[in-house]
Each structure stands twice: as C-alpha cells, then as structure tokens.
C-alpha cells in the first residue's frame, strides 16, 4: 500500500536561510511524487512533481527537490526562504489510477 | 482559466444535520476527487469519478456519505447526518484525463465544516 511519511511536525527558519523539508514514501512500483503548499485558507498549489528522468526536479517559486530510490525520498529544499514561504507543505505519492496519498504535512513558520 | 470552484466556503450545523458541498471542476476535466482534509492531517481521498462514474469510493463512509456527478461536471457532496467527527475542510480537485498520474490534480478553495 502506498503511503508518505513527513517526519516534521513544524519547522521554523529564519528569513533568508535555506530550507529542507523531509519526505519518505512507500510504493511497489516506480513513484509519482509531488510537493503541494498549502496556505491558510488556500486550496494545494502544486511546487513541483517527479515522474521519471533526473532525479532533481526543480519546481515554482525556487524549490526543487531530488528524488533517492536507495532511500524513499523525495525531500524538497530552497536555497534561501522568503517570509511569503510560511505555509503548510504536503508530499503526496500519486499510483497509476491517479490516485494521491498524501503526508500528515509540514507547517513552515519563517522569522524575520 | 478558471480554476476549480466550491461553494459554500463554510458552513456551522449541528450534530445530526445534514450538509451539502458543490464542486464545479475546471473545464474540460474528466476527473474529479473530493477530499477530506481534518486539521491537522494531509488530505484522504473520499471518492474519485471519471466522468460521471465512481472510480474510487473505498475510503467513503457510505452509511453518512454520498456523492454525485450525475452529468459528468459538476459534483455534490453531501453528510447525512453529521457527526462531530466530520468536522474537516473538504476539498474538491480536478485532473486531466483517468489513469496517468502524469496528470497535475488542481485544487478548490475547500469548504470548512464545522459541526457543533
């Protein structure tokens, strides 16, 4: 069965400094995988998504995250975070029917 | 584009009530999820339709829950009765086509439920 572990509960960041949000799947076959943000009140926006191919995928709003088979991960980094940032961060691993799994979330606080 | 639209944005009823959603997808999607997303957790799927058929309902709870896209676009979503435990933001997304993950699932607004 198909499932995502985001081991963060709340991760706090000063302004300016880099980011790296976790992520640990489960899934048989080869993972579709995503990153959504989530802000408050807000729909999920999709940052980026990992099919096949290069396993550092870049995204929107300077993320990227780099795909590891060896380890089930798929975490998601940005090299200097904005106060805009702060938000909640859901990995989701997508199967063939198109179906989502997503993770419990992680919630981003940025500090100026 | 227009995006996916939901309608209401919240909604407060008692325990025991009943309660309907609405979800307009973007245009042209054949595919579309609604989702339960209670605070503090990732979204659940509750049920996927291609078109007007069900694909996925495994995780809806059809003794309270049902759901609808009788002409393929549009879909309803409703609670009968509510219970405390319902109390969750429910989410509605569109995608492409069935069967390819390679296809984005864009998301609504959300409706928050509050049930007292």
């Known amino acids: 069965a198909q499932s995502v572990t985001q081991p963060d509960i709340h991760i706090t960041v000063s302004e300016g400094a880099s980011l790296e949000l976790r992520c640990n799947y489960s899934y048989g076959a080869t993972p579709y995988l995503f990153w959504y943000v989530q802000s408050p009140g807000q729909g999920l926006q999709l940052l980026l998504k990992y099919f096949s191919g290069d396993t550092l995928v870049q995204g929107i709003k300077g993320f990227e995250a780099e795909f590891k088979r060896s380890q089930s991960s798929f975490n998601l980094r940005k090299p200097s975070v904005h106060w805009s940032d702060a938000a909640e961060y859901f990995c989701a691993v997508g199967n063939t029917g198109n179906q989502f799994y997503f993770g419990t979330g992680t919630s981003l606080t940025v500090i100026p | 584009e227009a995006g996916v639209a939901q309608s209401p944005r919240y909604k407060i009823i008692e325990k025991r009530q009943s309660v309907a959603f609405w979800c307009n997808p973007i245009s042209g999607h054949a595919t579309l999820y609604w989702y339960q997303q209670i605070l503090g957790q990732g979204p659940k799927l509750l049920i996927q339709?291609?078109?007007?058929?069900?694909?996925?309902d495994s995780q809806l709870p059809k003794d309270r829950f049902s759901a609808e896209r009788l002409k393929g676009v549009d879909s309803t979503l409703k609670i009968q009765p509510a219970k405390l435990e319902d109390s969750a933001v429910y989410l509605c997304?569109?995608?492409?086509?069935?069967?390819?993950?390679?296809?984005?699932?864009?998301f609504g607004p959300g409706t928050r439920l509050t049930v007292l």
């Open positions: 339709f291609q078109n007007n058929g069900v694909v996925d």
């Open positions: 997304a569109s995608s492409l086509v069935y069967g390819s993950a390679y296809n984005e699932q864009f």
